[in-house]
């Protein structure tokens, strides 16, 4: 609440929270809409909504005014008929499968903090352009934060994608917090089997009340690229650059985030991107499909899946006990992440950071271990150096040019569905565009 002197003001004045006011304060004068006060902080501070889109909050002093311009408008919310293809450009279908993240979530007045949006007609009411694109089906899955997913998640998204293909879509549109859509979009790379369509995934950086929120944008290129790319894989598609100029389309095992708030945070690594997707409803496919042509098969989720599986760290003074911590709890593998080439300690001076005996114990217990490299572009090669043979000849497997993340769960896919043996001979083969046979020195898209 805001503070007593305030809300007398307020009460004077006949102003309610979401009227549009008229703050003048030394001498400068501000307009936009009256919000909630955050719980924390002055409670003499009046936070407006600016025209832009932003929020800002003005110090009330003795000599300010307050001027009420116009009441808040009382509309329900109803949701757009989008579902009439009778009006549409397209007639295609496609799904739209709603998990949350910042790209359906709004600012809360109370804490301050972000929460997530448990209708997501309320993001597409924001996006009347949508119409013109595809008859779009609604399903709402979940409403979380990325970093609160799991393998559970994975499997309903991954059972709801298949059944959204086989029904009759055209493509569909996954929305997902962007911390860890990298995860979901390899692991319904490597679950999902015949796609008959495109499979997108798509979030925002900044919530979509902001004024410069990404989230429409990324929103309509994705439903493009659902509805008229005929890109039978599954992706990612947002921002490709600061700007609203276009978004790129990445495959589902190459995708990084590379950024923790940019526009931009997604880049394609060690491959190139599959399309280009712009507002305007043009796919510049970069990267075909071999089989462009319609599938008559069942779109398949094999969502069978290893969780006991980690994903962990080489460094200096690195300590390899990490290994037996594992072991002892049951786990069926672990990728580590070296360095360079794919390299942990195996020779150092001090013994208790050699993880060669590690290695040799885990994989012998029945563990499987593979090797990544912390560098994101180029691959591991475990023939170069000798620390690299050795652990070879320890057992540890070496996963080409996998991201980490994408082999933690390639690796949890393969135990999920094979034993040990077939799980180490796939492991560095590739079965959904997640290793690439050369790397390009100037891949880093």
């Not at 709890?329 to 993880?355: A, D, M, Q, R």
């Not at 540890?396 to 077939?422: Q, R, S, T, W």
Request: glycine share 8%; with cysteine; charged share 25%.
């Amino acid at each position: 609440m805001y503070s007593d002197k305030l809300e007398m003001l307020f009460k004077k004045s006949k102003i309610e929270i979401g009227d549009q006011i008229k703050v003048n304060n030394k001498g400068k004068a501000l307009e936009g809409i009256l919000m909630p006060r955050p719980e924390l902080g002055d409670n003499n501070i009046v936070v407006i909504k600016l025209s832009n889109g932003y929020n800002i909050g003005i110090k009330i002093e003795e000599k300010s005014t307050i001027e009420k311009l116009a009441e808040h408008t009382k509309e329900e919310f109803s949701f757009p008929k989008i579902k009439n293809i009778e009006n549409l450009k397209n007639s295609n279908k496609i799904s739209l499968l709603y998990t949350g993240g910042t790209i359906g979530s709004k600012v809360d007045y109370v804490t301050g903090g972000v929460y997530m949006l448990t209708k997501p007609e309320e993001l597409l009411h924001e996006v009347p352009e949508l119409k013109n694109i595809a008859n779009i089906e609604v399903k709402n899955l979940m409403s979380i934060a990325s970093e609160d997913i799991s393998y559970l998640e994975w499997q309903k998204i991954a059972d709801s994608t298949a059944d959204a293909l086989n029904a009759g879509s055209t493509g569909v549109v996954i929305t997902h917090g962007t911390d860890t859509m990298h995860y979901t979009s390899a692991a319904l790379s490597f679950m999902l089997k015949d796609i008959s369509g495109p499979v997108v995934l798509t979030g925002a950086q900044r919530s979509s009340d902001r004024g410069s929120s990404d989230a429409f944008m990324n929103l309509i290129c994705s439903a493009n690229v659902a509805a008229n790319s005929n890109i039978k894989q599954v992706g990612i598609c947002m921002h490709a650059t600061h700007s609203d100029d276009y978004c790129n389309f990445i495959k589902g095992t190459k995708a990084r985030k590379m950024h923790t708030s940019s526009r931009d945070a997604f880049k394609s690594i060690n491959s190139m991107v599959l399309a280009k997707a712009y507002q305007n409803g043009k796919v510049e496919v970069l990267e075909k499909n071999k089989d462009v042509e319609k599938t008559k098969k069942k779109t398949i989720a094999n969502t069978k899946f290893e969780p006991k599986i980690a994903l962990v760290v080489s460094y200096p003074d690195s300590d390899p006990g990490i290994l037996q911590y594992y072991n002892k709890k049951g786990f069926k593998g672990v990728i580590i992440e070296g360095t360079g080439l794919g390299h942990t300690p195996v020779s150092t001076t001090h013994k208790e950071y050699n993880w060669l005996s590690s290695i040799k114990d885990a994989t012998s217990s029945g563990m499987v271990i593979g090797i990544t490299s912390q560098c994101i572009n180029g691959r591991v090669n475990g023939n170069v150096y000798r620390n690299g043979r050795l652990m070879q000849e320890m057992g540890a497997i070496y996963c080409e040019d996998m991201l980490p993340e994408v082999a933690y769960v390639k690796l949890g896919f393969l135990l999920g569905n094979h034993n040990k043996k077939d799980t180490e001979k796939l492991l560095p083969v590739n079965i959904a565009g997640e290793i690439t046979e050369k790397t390009d020195m100037n891949s880093d898209e």
